[in-house]
C-alpha cells in the first residue's frame, strides 16, 4: 500500500517520462531492498529501505540521460542502492568498533602480501592481528555485516561507501575513473579463486549467502566471512592505486 500511494505521489510531481520509468521500474527497488536485507540486522525494515529507494528511482528517473552511456535500469539502480544505503547510515546501526577492526583486517592483510609476496591465509593475517583464527573469522562476519558496498561502488581511496564522508551524496562518485575501474578488475581478477567466486555469485549472479554456501557446500556464516575477507583484500590492494597509476 505504501508503494502504490508513493507511486501516486511520484506520478503527480515528475513529468509523464519520468513517472512512466518510476512506474516501470518500481519492481527493481524492491528486488534491491532484499539482496540488502539479506546481510542487515532485523532492526532494519524492508518498508524503510524502499521508501528510501522509491526516492533515489524518482531522482533517477528526473536526472536520467542516454548520454550518460548506461542504461536507465544501470543507472538507477546504482542511485537507488546509494538511497538506501545513506538511509541506513542515518540509522547508525553498525558500531565504530566494526568500522575499526574491518580497518585493521585491511591493513593487516595488506602488510602481510606485502611481505610475502602473495595472498595472504587466515591464519597469518590473525597473526598479523595477535588474535586467535576464530576471534579473526568473527571480526570479519562482524565486518560483513556493515559492508554495504557493491564493487562499483568502491572510491578512488579504496573505501567502502558505508565510511565515506558525509559530505558525498552522489552515489556515482567512485565510478568516474576509468583508472580506477581497471585498477579494480585486475584486483579482483587476482583474487583468491574462491573469494572472486563469492563476489561473482553475489553481485553478478544475485545469489544470497545461503544460497552460495550451497553452491560451496559450506556454511553461510562462512560464506558470510569469505565475501568480508575478499572485501577487505581489495580494499588493501586498492588503497595506493593512485600512486601505482602515477608510477
Not at 72 to 97: C, H, L, N, Q
Not at 110 to 139: F, M, N
Not at 171 to 196: C, N, V
Amino acid at each position: 500500500m505504501a508503494l502504490a500511494k508513493n507511486l501516486g505521489i511520484y506520478q503527480k510531481a515528475g513529468e509523464n517520462s519520468a513517472s512512466r520509468l518510476v512506474e516501470e521500474h518500481a519492481p527493481l527497488v524492491k528486488k534491491i531492498a532484499l539482496h540488502l536485507m539479506a546481510r542487515l540486522p532485523a532492526s532494519v525494515q524492508l518498508d524503510d529501505l524502499m521508501q528510501a529507494g522509491m526516492i533515489g528511482l524518482l531522482e533517477a528517473a528526473q536526472r536520467y540521460s542516454s548520454a550518460k552511456g548506461a542504461t536507465f535500469e544501470t543507472y538507477a539502480g546504482i542511485r537507488v542502492r546509494g538511497a538506501m544505503v545513506d538511509e541506513i547510515r542515518k540509522g547508525d546501526w553498525v558500531p565504530r568498533s566494526v568500522h575499526r577492526n574491518a580497518r585493521h583486517i585491511s591493513q593487516a592483510i595488506k602488510v602481510v602480501e606485502d611481505r610475502c609476496g602473495r595472498e595472504a591465509q587466515d591464519h597469518e593475517v590473525a597473526e598479523e592481528l595477535g588474535i586467535g583464527l576464530g576471534e579473526y573469522h568473527a571480526s570479519l562476519s562482524d565486518a560483513n555485516s556493515g559492508r554495504l558496498f557493491s564493487l562499483d561502488e568502491l572510491n578512488e581511496s579504496g573505501d567502502l561507501p558505508i565510511e565515506e564522508s558525509e559530505d558525498s551524496d552522489n552515489p556515482l562518485d567512485g565510478i568516474t575513473s576509468e583508472a580506477f575501474r581497471r585498477s579494480l578488475a585486475e584486483a579482483i581478477g587476482d583474487l583468491p579463486e574462491r573469494e572472486k567466486l563469492v563476489l561473482s555469485l553475489y553481485y553478478q549472479e544475485e545469489l544470497n549467502l545461503k544460497e552460495i554456501g550451497a553452491v560451496l557446500g559450506v556454511s553461510e556464516s562462512r560464506v558470510s566471512q569469505i565475501h568480508s575477507q575478499a572485501a577487505l583484500r581489495l580494499r588493501g590492494r586498492l588503497a595506493g592505486w593512485h600512486h601505482q597509476s602515477d608510477a
